[in-house]
């Protein structure tokens, strides 16, 4: 019995090591800025960490003084941010690692990378728990026959389990894409979000032809103005997808001259998480939209761009402690569950 009990522990022990996503702070509590010791600095920080898969990235940095601009390897060992894939300008910046491979990160601001303000990393992908070994039968113990069942004149109904919603993908315009519509102006996009919900965890995807268009998301007062100033986050290589974090509603326009003024803005509204409560047939949505399998389309929501003001910045992130406290309530009901088991 005890051996079981370690038995136990142990896969429980593998389970957590690998279910947990981690929170790296670049540069820790110096944050991200130019360095005294310049490249090295943060190339020296990254050494120590592991990246994987689903982790994040958060900049900490003075608003206005810095940014946080993705690039391509070319860009990141010339110092070039003028064809940034994102370039994040409010702190804190948090940037998950969805792919796996190699990442370059600068600061786009003048001399503050060639100063040494710029970061790479290599993500690897996430490790997924080993199937948990079964414990072995001791020939000494011997089992109690269990006495016979009485016989029921039904079967008692099995329960159906309820199937969790996944996240589903967005294409911004269906088939038009991300342009200046040519009949509707504005309205063309807000008629495109209004028969959709969307949900946190689902991702806008915006097709434009590149150098002709690109993805500001904005504050409401900015939506409203068509004010390209001060951008909460840019995307200029298409296509850009977007996953969209947090409730709210959220402001996107083109930050090209005339363009936002013409019509090509987009304004919604996100709810709740994704939930597992069980959902009747539906038709699927309109458009290019991609639901992930499991998923089902759920009422409207599309905000309406006088609504509420947007465009604030959340606090920063715990670090991830927060992730390995979830993993570990899990675990310890996994290890009173099966240790019940065993005593039984």
């Given amino acids: 019995m005890a051996r079981n009990l370690v038995l136990v522990v142990a896969i429980v022990a ?55 601009a993705k690039v391509t390897k070319s860009a990141y060992d010339a110092c070039n941010g003028s064809n940034a894939i994102t370039t994040v300008t409010t702190s804190p910046a948090t940037i998950t690692l969805n792919q796996t491979g190699q990442h370059y990160f600068i600061c786009a601001f003048t001399g503050h990378c060639a100063a040494g303000q710029k970061l790479a990393v290599t993500v690897a992908k996430a490790s997924s728990p080993s199937p948990a070994p079964q414990p ?37 315009g269906g088939s038009s894409g991300w342009i200046i519509p040519t009949s509707g102006g504005a309205s063309f996009y807000t008629s495109w979000a209004s028969g959709k919900t969307f949900k946190v965890g689902d991702i806008l995807v915006f097709n434009f032809a590149k150098n002709t268009h690109n993805v500001e998301e904005v504050t409401k007062n900015n939506y409203d103005a068509c004010s390209t100033s001060s951008p909460i986050a840019t995307y200029n290589a298409p296509p850009v997808r977007v996953t969209l974090n947090k409730t709210g509603e959220h402001y996107f326009i083109c930050g090209f001259t005339g363009h936002c003024s013409a019509g090509q803005k987009l304004a919604i509204n996100v709810t709740g998480g994704t939930s597992s409560t069980p959902s009747s047939p539906s038709p699927s949505p309109s458009g290019s939209e991609t639901p992930s399998p499991g998923s089902s389309p759920t009422n409207p929501s599309s905000p309406s761009p006088a609504g509420s003001s ?3 910045t959340s606090p920063p992130p715990k670090d991830s402690g927060a992730a390995s406290l979830k993993a570990f309530g899990f675990s310890a009901t996994l290890i009173s569950v099966v240790a019940a088991a065993f005593f039984c």
């Fill in 136 to 172: 072995s039968s001791s020939p000494k113990a011997a089992s109690p026959t269990p006495a016979p069942a009485p016989k029921s004149s039904s079967p008692a109904p099995t329960p159906a389990s309820a199937p969790a919603s996944a996240p589903v993908t967005y294409t911004v």
């Fill in 310 to 312: 947007g465009g604030s």
């Fill in 14 to 68: 593998t389970l957590l090591h690998g279910s947990a996503a981690t929170s790296h702070v670049v540069g820790d509590s110096t944050g991200w800025t130019i360095p005294s010791g310049g490249a090295s600095f943060y190339t020296n920080w990254a050494s120590k960490q592991t990246f994987k898969q689903g982790d994040t990235l958060v900049f900490n940095f003075a608003n206005g003084q810095h940014d946080v």
